[in-house]
């Protein structure tokens, strides 16, 4: 699967991904920080990549229609540190065998990942 990590999440996310065989770049591989979100989306939808992300504003699926991308994690923890993001991907990862991820946002807690497809609001 291809991903691109925003650059508010530790590198070592991008490298936990590339472990489990998945094509990873970060915002930061591509000099891309600072960028507005609006362009940060755009970039995912036409390199083809679902977008990991802190940043909660890509969870307003007005803003940002799930069925207009390759998919979409936000993720909404407390605590971010590298360890308590390792052990969210210990959940996520095997998710993304049996889960499809395409045009769908995955909205993903200490406790719990939602997933909500394009047909879905509120």
Known sequence: MLFKIDENLHPDVASLLREH???VKSV???GLQGTPDANLAGVCRAEGRALITLDLDFADIRTYPPEDYHGLIVLRLA?????RL???FD???PLLDTEPLAKQL???DELTIRIRGASEEG
Do not use: N, S, Y
């Not at 605590?79 to 360890?83: C, E, G, P, S, V």
């Open 86 to 88: 390792f052990d969210v």
């Open 28 to 30: 930061w591989d591509q």
């Open 91 to 93: 959940r996520v990862v």
């Open 21 to 23: 065989g998945h094509d």
């Open 79 to 83: 605590d971010q540190a590298r360890t």
């Open 106 to 108: 995955w909205i993903v």
